[in-house]
C-alpha cells in the first residue's frame, strides 16, 4: 500500500547522549505528524530510541542487516538481534554501504530476503552516480539495481530513490526529475512487488521538502543531514 513514509537516516552520528538529547527536543515537535515516522540509528543507540520513544508515533530501524540468521559472520548484526532491541525497520543497500564497503546487488538481496523472512520492514535504496546520469545510463541502472534486489522477493518493501550525487551534497534532484525517475522506478517494481511506497532521499530539508512531498509519485522521504536537528526535521515530518 502506499503511504507517506518520513525515515531518518543518523547514519554513523549521535552518542547515546546526544540520541537522548534529540528525542526530547523531537518528540514533542512530531505529536501531531501523521506521516510513518522512522529513525534509523546507529545500532548502539536502537535500544535507547526504542525505549524513549515508547507511546509515541516514531518507530525505530536499524542501516544494515546480516543475511544469515547467526554465526561466523564477524563485525555483522543479525534480524533477531534488532528486533530485540526494538528496531522493526532497516535500510538495506544504501549507496555509502555500495561505495565504501563493498555491498552488491547480489548482497543486498541477500540482506532484504533475509529482513523480510525475519520480519523487519526493508527500506531498499536505489540510486544513480552523476557519472551514470550525464551518460544517460541512469533508467538502466536503476533497472538493474531494482531486479537484482528484488530477485525473488514477493512482499511489500518500501523503496528510496537516493541519487547518489544528491546526498549530502546540497545538490537536491528538482521535484520533476525525482518525480519522474521514481514514476520509472514504480513502473520496474509494482510488476516484481505489486504497490509499492517510493521515498525521495539526497539533500532533502526543511525547505525543500514539502515541494517534493507535492510530487504525485514521491510518497516519503528518507532524510539524512536534517533529520539530525530535531527542529528541522520536525518541519519534514508535518510536511502536508
Ligand atoms: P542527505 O542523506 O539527506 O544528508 O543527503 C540522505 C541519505 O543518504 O539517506
Known sequence: MRRRIIAGNWKMNM????????????????ANAKCETVLCVPFTDIHRVYKLALGSN?????????WADKGAFTGEISAEMLKEVGAEYVIIGHSERRAYFGETDETVNMRLKQALKCGLKPIFCVGETLEQREGGLTEQV??????KGLDGVAEDVIIAYEPVWAIG?????????ANETIGFIRSVATKLVGEVSI???GSMNAANAQNLLDMSEIDGGLIGGASLKPSDFSVIVNCD
Open 169 to 177: 551534497t546540497g545538490k537536491t534532484a528538482t521535484p520533476e526529475m
Open 15 to 30: 552518542t547515546k547522549a546526544q540520541a537522548k538529547e534529540f528525542m526530547g527536543e523531537f518528540l514533542p515537535l512530531c
Open 199 to 201: 521515498l525521495y532521499g
Open 142 to 147: 536503476l533497472k538493474a539495481q531494482i531486479e
Open 58 to 66: 516514531v518507530k525505530v530501524g536499524a542501516q544494515n542487516v546480516a
